[in-house]
């Protein structure tokens, strides 16, 4: 079986874990922070902060931000369910809209959904295709005048924050610029599945306006994922550091220095090697699909963005869901693994329960009925990449 998106561990990750397991200092540290610098200038982000997991990232940066209960946060229904839950968790309502045929939410509608209340827009680059950053920051400047702060940091920023979830677009483009600082804070994922993983974890790349310190937002961030402690495990073994204080009730979502080392060695070879093959795999799919009347190519470029070619968001004209279950059906039985990205939220129970209905998302309830994603990771090799091609190809033929 051609699996859907293994992990790449070499020997050159094993051995920087394994000089991090024997450093003496396993848990969050140098390598993290190290990490974190090479974040930096990488996305050209003004602050960058790691932790365990994009989740927690976004949770926490909504949390400075000081989003609560009363407060609508705007989101794509076409998602992974983090994108909802997080908003849930601080007690705000998730204000789910369309997506546009890209995957990627639709500005005008999230226009549409503005209200006083409105704290947060939260695009996701779906796939690693970028959101449409002009536009929604138009969107965030047009709408300055009703926005109505609630916390000190909604105060400092005078209009709604912009948000991403980029847990797929690391090293994705727009107008020639690598993603990480086109929004006020971008939050990647270093997923197991993920183009660049730290088995698990996340990063917000923070960049506010030049009127809000980052390194302040940095500290508010690192000290809330440790507790509240004002001080982390590193710099209470200095001599003479064991006090400290605990400035709130914190939570406890930091990145240890044994991710930090398996990201270190991902972010080295990212641009020259990940990217290089994930592009050759994309462009294979492209090349045979786009050929075929039956299939729906995604976006991998366009005139100003480019992906970071995570997923390979195939779609199948005129089928609907019965029928694409079968297609996957077939596939699998031809070998190859593959997957849905995503049942849109209204679909699911957690969702459906607080009232979302699928019918007020067309343009998800159709995506997600004709989509396939197939596989795209480092070690595929050029024979798989040609049979997961025929194998959708047979498959799809053998159902229309
Ligand atoms: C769009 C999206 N958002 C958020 C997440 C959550 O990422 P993490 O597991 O790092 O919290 C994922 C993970 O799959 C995702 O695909």
């Excluded at 004002?230 to 605990?246: C, F, H, P, R």
């Excluded at 159709?366 to 040609?386: A, G, R, V």
């Amino acid at each position: 079986m051609i699996p859907f998106s293994p992990p790449r561990i070499d020997q050159k990750i094993i051995d920087e874990v394994t000089l991090a397991l024997t450093s003496g200092w396993i848990t969050t540290g140098p390598k993290t922070k190290l990490f974190e610098r090479k974040l930096e200038a990488y996305t050209n982000a003004r602050r960058v902060f790691c932790c365990n997991a994009n989740a927690n990232g976004l949770e926490l940066f909504m949390r400075w931000l000081g989003v609560g209960p009363g407060d609508e946060v705007i989101i794509p229904a076409y998602t992974y369910c983090a994108t909802a839950n997080i908003v849930i968790h601080l007690g705000a309502t998730p204000v789910m809209v369309d997506v546009r045929e890209d995957f990627t939410i639709d500005p005008e509608k999230v226009e549409a959904a503005i209200t006083a209340k409105t704290k947060a827009i939260v695009p996701v680059d779906l796939g690693g295709l970028p959101a449409d950053y002009p536009a929604l920051w138009a969107i965030v400047n047009r709408n300055k005048t009703q926005f109505s702060p609630t916390s000190e940091a909604q105060k400092a920023l005078g209009r709604i924050a912009l948000v991403t979830d980029a847990a797929h677009s690391v090293g994705a483009m727009i107008n020639g610029e690598k993603l990480g600082n086109q929004a006020d804070a971008m939050v990647f994922s270093f997923h197991a599945v993920k183009n660049l993983t730290t088995a698990e974890g996340g990063a917000v790349c923070l960049n506010l306006p030049k009127t809000i310190d980052c390194d302040e937002v940095y500290t508010w961030l690192n000290t809330r994922s440790l507790h509240g402690q004002s001080k982390d495990a590193l710099a209470k073994t200095q001599a003479g550091g064991w006090e400290y204080d605990v400035v709130e009730a914190g939570w406890k979502c930091n990145m240890t220095d044994l991710q930090a080392a398996i990201g270190l060695v991902e972010l080295e070879r990212y641009d020259a090697d990940t990217m290089i093959k994930r592009q050759v795999v994309a462009e294979a799919y492209q090349n045979a699909f786009s050929q075929q009347k039956w299939a729906l190519c995604p976006v991998l470029t366009d005139k100003v963005r480019t992906t970071s070619y995570h997923l390979y968001l195939l779609r199948i004209r005129g089928i609907d869901r019965p029928k694409r279950d079968a297609i996957i059906q077939s596939i699998f039985d031809g070998g190859v693994s593959v997957n849905v990205h995503y049942k849109p939220l209204p679909l699911m129970t957690a969702y459906k329960s607080r009232g979302y209905k699928m019918d007020d998302y067309p343009v998800s309830k159709m995506l997600w009925e004709s989509e396939i994603s197939l596989p795209i990771f480092y070690d595929i090799t050029e024979e798989q990449i040609q049979k997961v091609i025929s194998v959708v190809t047979s498959a799809v033929v053998s159902h229309l």
